[in-house]
């Protein structure tokens, strides 16, 4: 999920998108983003091998987001910087 999000809100947003899942999910739909409040919480309290079932609707949501990101990609605006600086400072 964190992925995807991190995607769309670069898209929508134009800037970088934050390391941390919990602001982008803000880009969820309500009862979305809560199905997936409710799977971090199952996930964190589970053995590391326990399969999530994936809700219908949010399973929907994650391809039309996922197709719509990568049509998205091809007419974004490529930038490009000189990583000089940062290899200098390292």
Do not use: G
Not at 26 to 49: A, C, F, G, H
Not at 50 to 67: G, R, V, Y
């Amino acid at each position: 999920m964190r992925p995807l999000l991190a995607a769309l809100w670069d898209i929508e947003r134009k800037i970088v998108s934050p390391m941390h899942i919990i602001p982008l999910m803000n880009l969820l739909p309500d009862p979305l983003r809560e199905k997936v409040e409710s799977y971090i919480q199952l996930k964190s309290t589970s053995e590391e091998r326990f399969i999530l079932k994936i809700d219908p609707q949010l399973k929907e949501w994650i391809e039309q987001t996922f197709a719509f990101c990568n049509a998205q990609a091809d007419v974004l605006e490529k930038t490009t910087f000189s990583a000089e600086p940062a290899n200098t400072f390292f």
